[in-house]
Structures are given as structure tokens and as C-alpha cells.
């Protein structure tokens, strides 16, 4: 049974600085694209940003190029999402999230994920 767990979220200032961890178990992180995602409140699930199975490549979102870095260690099974320079706009519950095959997949759709995480909630004050 593949098990997605995100933790690190939390209220932090606007320009500050959060990493969030998502621990998969379940099944071998390397053979797997991951993705984050979030939500706020009355909007759509939107994209965030994206690691291929490889590890070489990484994906973002508009709202977030240059600000936060996706990230995977295999050895520990986990992702990690480095986020700076947080405004309000940031403020969202964050998924992490695997699809169900190996390989490449369109990452920016929430339909290429089969397995997510319950979310964790991120609050940037300004």
C-alpha cells in the first residue's frame, strides 16, 4: 500500500523561509516522477512543482519559478520542497503526490497522480 506523508508546513512570515518532507513508503521512490501541489481556500488544486523519476529534471509552476526548489532523496524515500521568499499568496494546504505508473507522466496535471498525501498547511503572515 503506497503511503504519502507531508510534514514541515507552518506559519512562517512573508519572505521567509519553509522546506516541507514528503515520506513515501510503499514502493521505491526511484522509479517515480512526484509532485507537489496545493490548494487554498475556494480555489483549485494547482501545480507547484514536479521531480521526473530520473531526478535530473524538475518542473515549477509560474507562481513559484525561482523561489522554491523540488528535491528527492531516494536513499530515504523522501521529496522535499524548499520554499523562499513566502508571500501571502503562498498560503495553501500543500499535497504531495505519485502516479501510479513508472516513468514519465504529464506532471502539471492532478490526473497523472494516483496516490496523495492528506496535505499540510502552510500560512505565510504578512
Known amino acids: 500500500q503506497v503511503q504519502l506523508v507531508e510534514s514541515g508546513g507552518g506559519l512562517v512570515q512573508a519572505g521567509g523561509s519553509l522546506r516541507l518532507s514528503c515520506a513515501v513508503s510503499g514502493r521505491t521512490l526511484s522509479n517515480y516522477a512526484m509532485g507537489w501541489f496545493r490548494q487554498a481556500p475556494g480555489k483549485e488544486r494547482e501545480f507547484v512543482a514536479a521531480t521526473a523519476w530520473t531526478g535530473r529534471s524538475a518542473y515549477y509552476g509560474d507562481s513559484v519559478k525561482g523561489r522554491f526548489t523540488v528535491s528527492r532523496d531516494n536513499a530515504k524515500n523522501t521529496v522535499l520542497l524548499q520554499m523562499n521568499s513566502l508571500n501571502a499568496a503562498d498560503t495553501a494546504v500543500y499535497y504531495c503526490?505519485?502516479?501510479?505508473?513508472?516513468?514519465?507522466?504529464?506532471?502539471?496535471?492532478?490526473?497523472?497522480?494516483?496516490?496523495w498525501g492528506q496535505g499540510i498547511q502552510v500560512t505565510v503572515s504578512s
Open positions: 503526490a505519485s502516479p501510479r505508473n513508472v516513468g514519465s507522466i504529464v506532471y502539471s496535471r492532478t490526473s497523472s497522480y494516483e496516490y
